[in-house]
């Protein structure tokens, strides 16, 4: 089964033909940051103007490094949600417009089973059921993943996500967009004690809940007090800041595979790239004794292969999407249930 991913949920426009779901035969992503770079964030609309532009170039480029034609595709599969609103809708109406004029099955796939299924694409991926540690932009949650789409929240953020306080801190502390990268950059070369920073959420009546406002309103307040730090110092306090989210989300995780007797954790989503969160979770991984799977760096940011290998699986299961398939900003996990 040749399956066309498409993904244009927030600032990266992308296409993708993927193989039975597991093999990526073209992955084109068309990047915006230097259209938000000078606003220190996305701008919704600049990032719709520029899907829109972007849409059918990745797509026929997608098509030409896989080396086929729309008439080889057996299906679409396109991100419904969650992500801006205007930028979903480039990418879900034009995968409606292809499916009906070439008569291709649909489907909408929800933003965090793509970032659930990218593991799937590499060639050592967990067995079912797994713990799953998804750290992004906009989420940051631990779930328990029994099958594609079979998916129990076992805890999630009350506020900001990991990803958010990066690029939050990132640009107080003027590291420019995105910040998150940067941060970690610093902080291989800082002190992850010279500040002390609290550790939000980690008393056990919190369970596997999140919070990391509280973190990034404290590095406010220290800069405040203290001014921009700079050179060592700064890198002094990236690490800090990096090292107390790191703690805390491999707390939860371990506690996680504890509470559930899992011995397999992935960890997907943009923030899995970070260089201390994958140490930290294999450190913990060879004391707890559970095994950790992390997709490459290209496959942690938001991808169409992801998507593409999500919607094979709801393909295969004989789902279609009709003409009334509509973008949703706040799309809940389809099988989603709380423990």
């Not at 996500?161 to 801190?169: I, L, P, R, W």
């Not at 003027?174 to 004690?193: E, I, R």
């Amino acid at each position: 089964m040749l399956v066309l991913g498409l993904e244009s949920s927030c600032d990266e426009t992308a296409a993708a033909i993927v193989e039975d779901g597991h093999r990526v035969l073209s992955d084109i992503i068309a990047s915006q940051v230097d259209v938000h770079a000078r606003y220190g964030g996305v701008v919704p609309e600049l990032a719709s103007r520029a899907h829109v532009a972007n849409v059918v170039p990745v797509i026929e480029q997608a098509l030409n490094d896989a080396g086929v034609t729309l008439d080889d595709i057996d299906g679409i599969a396109v991100t419904q949600g969650p992500g801006l609103i205007g930028a979903l809708l480039v990418a879900l109406q034009t995968a409606k417009a292809i499916g009906y004029a070439r008569n291709i099955p649909v489907v909408g796939v929800h933003h965090l089973e793509g970032h659930l299924s990218a593991i799937r694409l590499e060639d050592d991926y967990p067995p079912y059921p797994h713990i799953a540690l998804v750290v992004s932009g906009g989420h940051t949650s631990l779930m328990r993943v029994d099958g594609p789409g079979a998916l129990v929240e076992l805890g999630a953020t009350r506020d900001d996500a990991a990803g958010e306080a990066f690029d939050k801190v990132a640009k107080l502390l003027g590291l420019g967009y995105p910040g998150g990268a940067v941060v970690d950059k610093l902080a291989q070369t800082g002190d992850p004690t010279a500040y002390s920073l609290p550790r939000p959420m980690t008393k056990p009546e919190t369970k596997l809940e999140f919070s990391f406002s509280g973190l990034k309103t404290a590095v406010l307040n220290l800069v405040r007090q203290q001014g921009l730090p700079e050179g060592q110092a700064l890198a002094d306090l990236c690490a800090s800041f990096q090292a107390t989210v790191v703690e805390v989300l491999v707390r939860k995780t371990r506690k996680a595979a504890k509470q559930e007797g899992l011995k397999h954790v992935q960890v997907c989503g943009g923030v899995a790239a970070n260089s201390g969160i994958r140490a930290g979770l294999r450190e913990a991984g060879e004391k707890d004794g559970f095994r950790v799977y992390v997709p490459p760096p290209i496959r942690c940011t938001d991808n169409a292969a992801m998507i593409a290998a999500a919607g094979t699986y709801q393909l295969e299961r004989g789902e279609r999407a009709g003409m009334d398939l509509n973008a949703n900003s706040g799309l809940p996990l389809p099988s989603e249930t709380s423990a």
